[in-house]
């Protein structure tokens, strides 16, 4: 049994309205509504499915990432999406995070004619993390001071096994992508490197308009023995990461306990439009696993010397970001990010080619555009395209047709007049790649 209580009505009243905006929002809702995405029953519990227009989301989130990282000097790396049993006995996830991972696969087995094993079954998990594969390209070959900071970057794949009853729509989920990357750099770059990705986090914030967000470092809790590594190195990487967030002006506190196994970690907490908080993006300093990979770089001094490694994802899971996102905006995304962004609606049968010519023209633009020249009555149309949250309704007539002329609808703005075509494209062209949150015109 459980309760809850409010000191004033008002309190109570602004409680209940939250609910109701929630329930608007929810994007597993939305995600129907909208075509985004699914979780098929013959795919399995908290395995989702992006449909085109959730496809269109995901791939804009993803090239944004990718852009932004290109400029930031990351190399872009790849790796699969199984491995066997060593590589997670090294990384110490066998023993601090199993249960968190999908049972063994028994492959690789041999027989010889008379049935006797030859040899023996390899374990195989599926990845629950990346870092202990970038371990291994670290470790390829010889690498130098001059190398470093190196800084490798995937979106990568991993499954972590969630019981049933807490999986959450995209928010929690069984198989997810990471925007994933892990910088190796020497002790003197930690601080600045920290830095580096606080920066693009918080740039990558401002872009989707979450304005409203705190920080929390996670430290080890010093009387629990789920934790790997020296204790100094652990003391040390707790006051790099609390210096570098103080430097850059985060509000913060310290949650003791909330490490991971092998290091100390800043993770974002951001508010959504009804207040409600989520973990987004994480920043880890690790000195633990280039310990047990046994990683190794050449100083100026001509000695080997042990590298330190920064695990670190603005989004986090991919999956998540795009179901916060989805309940941020109810939906009505903005427009770099909306799945369709203008749909050319004819008033009557004759101005269909000119709808399909100016949809033409969009597309060629680079804009997602389409043609809405089904038999229904205009008005039924451009509500369709409300319901579906269409940013720009162009509605052409003969006027139009005639004057190379769109009208223009913003929604959540309404009629925005006539307008040459060229007109319109350049300030919607400009939205979009700006990134704007809100509309030019």
Known sequence: IYGTAWETKDAQRDYLHMLEEAEKRDHRR?????????????????LAVFHPKGGVIRRQMEDYSLRQHERAGYQFVNTPHITKAALFETSGHLDWYAEGMYPPMALDEERDSEGNIRR?????????????MHNLIFDSRG????????RLFEFGTVYRYEKAGELLGLTRVRGFTQDDAHI??????????????????????????LKDYRARIGVRDPKSDKYVGDEAKWALAERQIEEAAAEAGLRYTVEEGDAAFYGPKLDFVVKDALGREWQLGTIQVDYNLPERFGLTYVGKDGEEHRPVMLHRAPFGSLER????????????????LAPVQAVVVPVSEKQEGYAREVAGRLKEAGLRAEADTRPERMQARI?????????????????????????????KKGNLGTMPLAAFLEGALREYRERRLEPVF
């Open 383 to 411: 509500r369709d395209a409300e319901v579906q949250k269409v940013p720009y309704v162009l509605v052409v007539g003969e006027r139009e047709k005639a004057e190379g002329a769109v009208s223009v609808r913003r929604r």
């Open 143 to 150: 690498r130098s001071y001059r190398e470093l900071p190196l």
């Open 184 to 209: 190796f750099c020497t002790p003197e770059e930690v601080k600045g490197e920290f830095l580096g990705v606080l920066d693009l986090v918080l740039k990558v914030f401002a872009t989707l308009g």
């Open 30 to 46: 939305l995600g129907v509504e909208l075509d985004l995405f699914s979780f098929p029953d013959e795919i399995g519990s908290g």
């Open 321 to 336: 970001f795009i179901g916060i996102l989805i309940e941020h905006f109810a939906g009505d995304f903005p427009l770099w």
């Open 120 to 132: 023996a079954a390899a374990e195989y998990y599926l990845k629950p993390m990346n870092c202990p």
